[in-house]
């Protein structure tokens, strides 16, 4: 009874796994260096299907054929940029998680700090006008006898 | 004075605006960097006649129109009514590209619901589908005399982009 308990387990649980490697991109690892060069490579690439994921992570079919076709690029000996200029060319900068800087892109990459220097600016002009608008006032003789008073009776109280 | 209490309320709805463009425009349409670039060229079998091929170059001299297509894509069935009236207007010929099909499911449909391409090649593996950046099926470029890509929609043609926007954009490539 136990045996076959055990062999039933061990059959749903080799099924499970089979299953849940059957969507990977299918020739996984017959060679080292490729994969890790293709994650690399697809780790820094946006899948277009499913725009939250990287091309490296997706199950999407279309991600499939592409590390499908990015490792053919990598055998034929093409260089990580040759790769992804291979990429752009056919999605867009679109399909680059860090978009190259170029006049389109200038606003992405500036505009932050422009922001933070607008931010800054503002807030300096507004702390110096704050510091115009406190009058300075010179005290009057009559002035200082009342703060003198005030001082000496709050003394007599604590003493 | 009184104007300074308006510059929150302002700049609020400045920001609002600018949330509301951005959440009503698609994600999903990526602008293609093959505008204005010439169709990547291919030859692979035809559908039909899987005997024959098809390529680009043979529609050179002509204004046409490649449509991506699949018989597993709901949205293609959607655009299909579309298409046979693109097709009727003789403004260009059609032709399809039959994306990660099989040619059974593929043959079946056209013989179903009527078929609006000139031909239609098969792009079985989807190998021609990423030289022409596809990533949504349905898609649709319009390629002009000289085999450049002038247009490309994703995602099914409707009545109205054909009315205003590939009509006019056909005759206008057609005269020069």
Redesign the interface.
Known sequence: MRKLFLFAFSTVFALSVGIAIANEAAPLADDPVVEQRLISISEEMRCLVCQNESLAGSRSDLANDLRREIRVLIKEGKSDDQIRNFMVERYGDFVLYRPPVKPVTWLLWIGPFVILALGIAGLLTYLRRRNHSVPSVTLTDLDNQKIDALLNSSNQKEG | MKAKFLIPLVLFIGLVVFLAIGLNRD??E?????INKAAPAFEIPQLAQASKTFSPASMQGQVWILNVWASWCVACREEHPVLVELAKSQMAPVIGLDY?DKREDALALLAEKGNPYVLSAFDG???VG????V??VPETYIIDKAGVIRFKHIGPLTMDLLNEKIYPMLSELKKS
């Open positions: 994600p999903h990526v602008p293609s960097p093959l990660k593996n989807g190998r990423i030289d022409y950046g990533y949504g």
